[in-house]
Nanobody, 115 residues
Framework: QVHVQESGPGLVKPSQTLSLTCTVS??????????WSWIRQPPGKGLEWMGV???????YYSPSLKSRTSISRDTSKNQFSLQLISVTPEDTAVYYC???????WGQGTQVTVSS
């Protein structure tokens, strides 16, 4: 069974870069046809898909976040990472890493953007 787990700072200052890492266990991020996503949920709002890294390293982003979002991966560590630049308080949310085809979600990590 594949498990995913987010890690990273819980507090980021406005205008800085939010960086989170997702560690995958029980499976490889390079397994064909698997994809690895980031989803967030701001307080009082619904889930927002941010982007995905496919098994071959291809990436796709939400149009509304594309200019600020980058997803990368480290195959040697079986991890994929999220970077969101120029954050504002509106980026405060619980951030999840997800393996959609496997139905695997991380527990989520709260990130607050505040000075």
């Amino acid at each position: 069974q594949v498990h995913v787990q987010e890690s990273g700072p819980g507090l980021v200052k406005p205008s800085q870069t939010l960086s989170l890492t997702c560690t995958v266990s029980g499976g490889s991020i390079t397994t064909s046809s698997y994809a690895w996503s980031w989803i967030r949920q701001p307080p009082g709002k619904g889930l927002e898909w941010m982007g995905v890294s496919d098994y071959d390293g291809s990436t796709y982003y939400s149009p509304s976040l594309k200019s600020r979002t980058s997803i990368s991966r480290d195959t040697s560590k079986n991890q994929f990472s999220l970077q969101l630049i120029s954050v504002t308080p509106e980026d405060t949310a619980v951030y999840y890493c997800v393996a959609p085809q496997l139905g695997s979600w991380g527990q989520g990590t709260q990130v607050t953007v505040s000075s």
